[in-house]
C-alpha cells in the first residue's frame, strides 16, 4: 500500500542535526501588532501520486499574491522540498535563490531521503508586491523514478507572508520551525504563547504529499481535540492536497491550510498542545503559525550610559524603557529594580504611559554601599517589584532585564611624596633641572602616566606639558612645578618646589694666558651673573695687588692692572694670591686661594 509522506512546512530556519528523525519544532519569530498571515504555493506533481498515473514531476509552477491595498507586507519566506537529497538553488521570477538554510530526513520504511530548503525573500516580495509569482529550477526529474515504487514521489513551493494592515485587531503571530517525523503519532508542545481572547484565533500548516484518498487514522489535535475544516479537510483527512486560501482540492501532494482553533484554546494559554496521528502515512512537521488575539504591553530596558566620577561611590546610570513590538500601552509607574551583584539596592518607576513602540528615557543616581568591591554587575529589571514579581502581565516576561558586568568605580592614582628640587644658579636667577627621576618616583603604579607643568590649570586640563623635563630652563629663583599622575579614568595633581640658588664660587686656580683659546683666562664658575656685586683682587707672592675686576669687567687675562705694571704688561709665571669678595650675605667672608699662572 502507498506511503504517504505528510510534510508541513512553515519557518525553516535553522540547520538541525541529519537525525533519522528530524529536528525538534521551536519557536523562531514573533510579531506582535496588527498582523496575520497567508500562504502562496503550488505543487509541481502532475497528478496525485500513488494513483496509477505517470509518475512525472514538473520543474516549475506558479501561484499569485493578491494582498488587499491596505496590506504592508512585514516579512516572507519561502520554502522548496520533494523528494531527494535536494536541488538548493531554485529561480523566483527570474531571480536566482540560494537555500539559506536545508533540512534532511529519511523514511524509515524505506531508507529513502527527503529535503527541504529555506530563504527570506522579503525584500523581493516588497518590490514585487501582488501578482505571479512563478518558481522554476526545481529540478527532481532524475529523484523520482527512485519513489515512485512506494508513491513518496513529490515536489513543491510555498511562501509565508507575515502583513501587517491598521485594520486588523492586534494579534501575536508565533512562527515555529524544525522539521520532526512520525511514523504513528508526533506531538508538539508550542511554547510562548500568550492567549488574551481567543475570537478568531487559528492555526496554520503548509503540508507535502498529502493524498486525498488516504485517511488512515489521520488526525490533528489541539490539547487534545481533533479539529477539520469541513468540507474542504475532514476530521480524518486533515492532509489531502488542499488549499484553504483558495478552496483548491487539486494541490497534488501538499496543503496550505488554515484552522480555526478559538474553542480550542483558552485565554491564558501559554502554551498548545499539537498531536497528528497517522496509522500509514510517513509524516514529518517542519513549523506551525499561530494568530491568536493578544493585546499587551512588552516592557523592556535597556542600559545606554553609566557616568562614573572620580574617587565617587555615586554613579549616574542613562536608561531607556521600551514598550516595543507590543500590542497595548505600558502603563505609568512601572516599577524598576535594581540589583547590585544579585542584592535589592533600589527601586523606583517610570513616570509616564508608553504607547505601543514607544520609550521613555531617563536618569537615575546610585550610591554604591561601602561593602561592594570593584568589579561588580548592575542590573536593572523593569516590571520588578524587589521580590521576583510583577505587577502586570506582559507579552514576554523573560526580557524585562538589562545586565552590565563588571563595572569598576574610579579612583583617583595614588601618588608618593614629592621632594623638591634646587639647583645652581647659571646666571641672572636662572637654573637647569632634570626631573626625570621624579617621574619614576612619584608614581605607585608603573602604568600611569606622568607629566609637568608650569600651572595647576594647565594640569588639570593635561595642557602645555613640560616636553624637556630631563633639561627644563627655571626662569625665576624659585617656581612650583605641577605633576599630573593619569591613570585610565582620573587624575591626581601634585607639586614640588624647584629652587635655584647661588652656589658657592667654583675656582680654577691654574691658567696659561698663550692664545691658545683654551683656559687663556682666570676663571671662576658659578661667579659671573650671579653675583652681581662680587670683587676680585689678584695679589703676587710679595703682597702687591696686580689686578682687580667686577661684574662689568673681563676675566683676568695675565696682563696686571694695579700696581707697578700699569702699563698693561703681562706679569711673570709664577703664584699668585685672590681674594674674592663675593658681597652676599649668605657668603659673609671673602674667597680666599692660590693660583698659578704659566705662559
Known sequence: MKQKLLYLIISLVSIGSNSIFGQEISLHNQFNGRYDFLFVGNTLNKTENGTGQACEINTTSS???????????????????????????????????SA??????????????????????????????????????????????NYCWNGTNFGGWAMIIVYSN????????????????????????????????????????????????????????????????????????????????TNSTTLYNMD?????????????????????TSGQDFVMINAIVTKLNSQLPDATIQLNEIKLSCDSRQIMVDYTVYNSKSTSSLPARMPIAIYIDGILRMSFSTLSVIPIN????????????????NPFDLQFIVDETGNGSGIITELNENNNTALISK????????????????????????GIFDFTATEALVKVNSDDIVSFHTSRADAENGANLIFNSNNFVAETTRQEIFVRVKNENCFTITSFIINVKNCPPLVHNY?????????????????????????????????????TGNNGTSDWDGFANEGILLDSKKVPDGTYYYVIDLND??????????????K
Open 100 to 145: 539559506e538554510r536545508t533540512l534532511h530526513v529519511l523514511q524509515s520504511t524505506s531508507g529513502l531521503p527527503f529535503f527541504s530548503a529555506f530563504a527570506d525573500i522579503t525584500d523581493q516580495v516588497q518590490v514585487f508586491g501582488n501578482g505571479e509569482y512563478r518558481l522554476s529550477d526545481l529540478d527532481l526529474t532524475n529523484e523520482i523514478d
Open 256 to 276: 496550505l491550510d488554515v484552522y480555526n482553533i478559538q474553542n480550542n484554546i483558552a485565554i491564558g494559554d501559554t502554551s498548545a498542545k499539537i498531536q497528528l
Open 511 to 547: 691658567f696659561s694666558p698663550n692664545n691658545d683659546g683654551f683656559n687663556d683666562t682666570f676663571f671662576v664658575e658659578y661667579l659671573r651673573n650671579i653675583f652681581l656685586n662680587y670683587r676680585i683682587s689678584v695679589y703676587n707672592r710679595w703682597g702687591t695687588l696686580v689686578w
Open 407 to 430: 563595572i569598576a568605580l574610579w579612583t583617583k592614582p595614588k601618588v608618593n611624596p614629592v621632594l623638591n628640587i634646587e639647583t645652581c644658579n647659571v646666571g641672572l636667577g636662572r
Open 166 to 245: 491598521p485594520s486588523l485587531p492586534l494579534n501575536q503571530l508565533n512562527i515555529y520551525d524544525g522539521l520532526q517525523y512520525v511514523p504513528n503519532e508526533i506531538n508538539i508542545t508550542l511554547n510562548n504563547l500568550n492567549v488574551i481572547d481567543n475570537l478568531d484565533a487559528k492555526i496554520g500548516f503548509i503540508a507535502w504529499e498529502g493524498d486525498q484518498s488516504i485517511n488512515v487514522n489521520e488526525t490533528l489535535r489541539i490539547n487534545g481535540n481533533p479539529i477539520g475544516n469541513p468540507p474542504l479537510n475532514q476530521v480524518d483527512n486533515a492532509f489531502n492536497g488542499t488549499n484553504s486560501f
Open 585 to 598: 650675605s649668605e657668603y659673609p667672608k671673602p674667597l680666599v686661594g692660590y693660583l698659578f699662572l704659566k
Open 358 to 373: 514607544g520609550s521613555e528615557n531617563n536618569t537615575v543616581i546610585i550610591t554604591i554601599p561601602d561593602s561592594i568591591v
Open 63 to 97: 501561484a499569485t499574491l493578491k494582498l488587499d491595498p491596505a496590506d504592508v507586507v512585514e516579512k516572507v519566506y519561502l520554502y522548496w522540498a520533494g523528494s531527494g537529497n535536494g536541488d538548493f538553488d531554485v529561480t523566483l521570477n527570474d531571480k536566482t535563490i
